[in-house]
């Protein structure tokens, strides 16, 4: 059983910046991939970053150079640095353990003046 509890969504204005956390409970956390992704109202879920056990990364183009994607393997934690943030943002983002089925419960992230 695997659960992940993510933190450090909120309200943020344009230009501003974020870090979400991703905190997994089981064994060998260091062994895979781990994802996040945001769902705007609307629309489907998207894949915003993905990081894998040996930390190559990739981003969807509309946050390349603005989020970076990382993972503290000592403290089972995954995070999503997000700098200037635009309204388009505004999404609740999801943490996503790589080739499971298993979801975060999901932290609101929302850009506005």
């Known amino acids: 059983q695997v659960q992940l509890v993510e933190s450090g969504g909120g309200l943020v204005q344009p230009g501003g910046s974020l870090r979400l956390s991703c905190a997994a409970s089981?064994?060998?956390?260091?062994?895979?991939?781990m994802d996040w992704y945001r769902q705007a109202p609307g629309k489907q879920r998207e894949l915003v970053a993905r990081i894998t056990s040996g930390g190559t990364t990739v981003y969807v183009d509309s946050v390349k150079g603005r989020f970076t994607i990382s993972r503290d393997n000592a403290k089972n934690t995954v995070y999503l640095q997000m700098n200037i943030l635009k309204p388009d943002d505004t999404a609740v983002y999801f943490c996503?353990?790589?080739?499971?089925?298993?979801w975060g419960q999901g932290t609101q992230v929302t850009v506005s003046s």
């Open positions: 089981g064994r060998i956390f260091s062994t895979y991939g």
């Open positions: 996503h353990k790589f080739g499971t089925a298993y």
